[in-house]
């Protein structure tokens, strides 16, 4: 057998790079050059034994280093790293290094944990949409239902196709800054057109003390008071009607996740007269909160109207509710009607479960004029506004103006202040407000944004009869 100097250029080979006829020469050197060194551990078995530990199948795993002060050895210098026998025979390994198969089994164990994250992943997409997923309504297909889920007539993507970069707006790049709070004073109801509530042996139900007897207050008479978000509180034929109401401090299914409120309710859940009547208009967070609505169940026993499948949602809840398609109306008293109007939006909870359920406006048809709400819309092609038109005079119209940028994502869904004055003609209303701005932070533009290119839309006439008003604020409408 050919002599293998152990010398530097041995020493620096890579441990892969030594074959059996090599390591055993080297064994060799390194036990001549230290004869019983203590440096020589051998579990059970001596140097003479250490060749066949190292051949294959001696019980034994010897580890053998260079001496401690790391003399040279055959010419090496003391600098040369130390150097140690992988256990049960293999290659040289530098000293402090992984033994045999230690970067093997850590490379195996990371692959086996790749693989099974991958597989997880796939699972999820394909179990976790199905159970997110929720059936809320069956019923016959129309010219807005496909047998399965629900969409805009002549606009079947609205909700699903946007344009523009959604990463880009989910990140919040362009973002504008939103203060954490808005000051609000909080206010009530007004007075003078809130009923004094029925007693029972002298004690008083409700929980509130402004009022007046109902045979006093003039049926006509009409006052809104915006509290925050798109909810608002219509006073008039003696009757409290709420629109969309959100009490909550997050629209979101969680309570540590989510937008978060800024602007706190205009009057506080406690001071709200009886409510007689609430008009949801979609299925999304910021629209149906249900601990508000099982608050205002378990208080008042509100008649709650909605449009098609949100009463599945409501009933889970434990809340009872009336539902109507597009176009189906709703006695409330003899005088007084709520009609769900058509409007161009999207609805989900889950995500999967995206236009499951229906999305609407409302027309309040009463003797002195209509309200119009139009809960969450995009203005599409402006003709769901001569539908409502169409009902007969409206008196008020409660109207979003914010949640539209980025324009590209949000513009088959949201009206912008412009769309929202030329939706103000269109109905020919006497009056409106604006709603849907200043409360959560759902989109990019400023919180003070909407009202400010709400009166540029508008005429120097219009801006008297087309409102922003503060929160909690009433306002006595003609």
């Given at each position: 057998?050919?002599?293998?100097?152990?010398?530097?250029?041995?020493?620096?080979?890579?441990?892969?790079?030594?074959?059996?006829?090599?390591?055993?020469?080297?064994?060799?050197?390194?036990?001549?050059?230290?004869?019983?060194?203590?440096?020589?551990?051998?579990?059970?078995?001596?140097?003479?034994?250490?060749?066949d530990a190292w051949g294959m199948a001696r019980p034994a795993r010897p580890i053998l280093r260079y001496g401690v002060a790391g003399a040279a050895i055959g010419g090496m210098d003391a600098d040369v790293p130390r150097w140690r026998t992988r256990p049960g025979g293999g290659a040289?390994?530098?000293?402090?290094?992984?033994?045999?198969?230690?970067?093997?089994?850590?490379?195996?164990?990371?692959?086996?944990?790749?693989?099974?994250?991958?597989?997880?992943?796939?699972?999820?997409?394909?179990?976790?949409?199905?159970?997110?997923?929720?059936?809320?309504?069956?019923?016959?297909?129309s010219d807005h239902f496909d047998g399965a889920r629900f969409f805009n007539p002549g606009d079947p993507a609205a909700g699903g196709r946007r344009s523009g970069s959604m990463l880009r707006f989910m990140t919040g790049r362009d973002r504008a800054p939103w203060p954490a709070t808005?000051?609000?004073?909080?206010?009530?109801?007004?007075?003078?057109?809130?009923?004094?509530?029925?007693?029972?042996?002298?004690?008083?139900?409700?929980?509130?003390?402004?009022?007046?007897?109902?045979?006093?207050?003039?049926?006509q008479r009409m006052a809104v008071t915006w509290v925050g978000h798109a909810t608002a509180l219509i006073q008039t034929q003696r009757l409290a009607i709420l629109t969309d109401p959100i009490w909550s401090d997050r629209a979101s299914p969680v309570g540590f996740a989510g937008p978060?409120?800024?602007?706190?309710?205009?009057?506080?859940?406690?001071?709200?007269?009886?409510?007689?009547?609430?008009?949801?208009?979609?299925?999304?967070?910021?629209?149906?909160?249900?601990?508000?609505?099982?608050?205002?169940?378990?208080?008042?026993?509100?008649?709650?109207?909605?449009?098609?499948?949100?009463?599945?949602?409501?009933?889970?809840?434990?809340?009872?509710?009336?539902?109507?398609?597009?176009?189906?109306?709703?006695?409330?008293?003899?005088?007084?009607?709520?009609?769900?109007?058509?409007?161009?939006?999207?609805?989900?909870?889950?995500?999967?479960?995206?236009?499951?359920?229906?999305?609407?406006?409302?027309?309040?048809?009463?003797?002195?004029?209509?309200?119009?709400?139009?809960?969450?819309?995009?203005?599409?092609?402006?003709?769901?506004?001569?539908?409502?038109?169409?009902?007969?005079?409206?008196?008020?119209?409660?109207?979003?103006?914010?949640?539209?940028?980025?324009?590209?994502?949000?513009?088959?869904?949201?009206?912008?202040?412009?769309?929202?004055?030329?939706?103000?003609?269109?109905?020919?209303?006497?009056?409106?407000?604006?709603?849907?701005?200043?409360?959560?932070?759902?989109?990019?533009?400023?919180?003070?944004?909407?009202?400010?290119?709400?009166?540029?839309?508008?005429?120097?006439?219009?801006?008297?009869?087309?409102?922003?008003?503060?929160?909690?604020?009433?306002?006595?409408?003609?």
């Open positions: 057998m050919a002599a293998i100097p152990f010398d530097r250029e041995i020493a620096e080979r890579q441990p892969w790079q030594f074959d059996r006829r090599e390591r055993a020469v080297v064994d060799r050197r390194l036990i001549a050059a230290q004869p019983g060194a203590a440096d020589i551990v051998a579990g059970g078995t001596d140097a003479a034994g250490l060749g040289f390994v530098p000293d402090g290094e992984c033994e045999d198969g230690c970067m093997q089994r850590i490379g195996k164990r990371l692959a086996t944990g790749l693989l099974f994250a991958v597989v997880g992943l796939c699972l999820a997409v394909v179990i976790v949409p199905r159970f997110l997923d929720r059936i809320y309504y069956r019923g016959p297909a808005v000051p609000v004073t909080p206010g009530r109801a007004l007075a003078a057109l809130t009923p004094c509530p029925a007693r029972t042996g002298g004690v008083v139900h409700e929980a509130w003390a402004q009022c007046v007897p109902a045979a006093a207050i003039d049926p978060k409120r800024v602007r706190a309710p205009g009057i506080a859940f406690d001071d709200l007269p009886k409510i007689d009547v609430v008009l949801i208009s979609h299925n999304h967070y910021d629209h149906l909160d249900l601990p508000t609505l099982k608050a205002l169940w378990a208080r008042d026993k509100p008649l709650i109207v909605t449009s098609l499948g949100n009463d599945a949602i409501l009933r889970k809840a434990g809340i009872p509710s009336v539902t109507r398609d597009w176009g189906g109306s709703v006695a409330v008293t003899p005088a007084v009607s709520v009609v769900v109007e058509r409007v161009h939006h999207w609805g989900s909870r889950f995500g999967v479960d995206r236009n499951r359920a229906l999305w609407s406006g409302f027309t309040i048809r009463l003797p002195g004029g209509n309200v119009f709400f139009a809960g969450d819309t995009g203005y599409g092609d402006g003709s769901w506004t001569r539908e409502a038109a169409a009902r007969g005079p409206v008196r008020l119209a409660i109207l979003p103006i914010g949640a539209y940028e980025p324009r590209g994502l949000m513009r088959d869904a949201y009206m912008n202040p412009a769309e929202a004055a030329a939706t103000f003609r269109t109905l020919g209303a006497r009056t409106a407000l604006g709603v849907h701005w200043g409360t959560f932070q759902l989109t990019d533009e400023a919180i003070d944004a909407p009202p400010r290119a709400l009166t540029a839309a508008l005429t120097a006439a219009e801006r008297t009869r087309f409102r922003v008003t503060e929160a909690g604020v009433p306002w006595e409408v003609e």
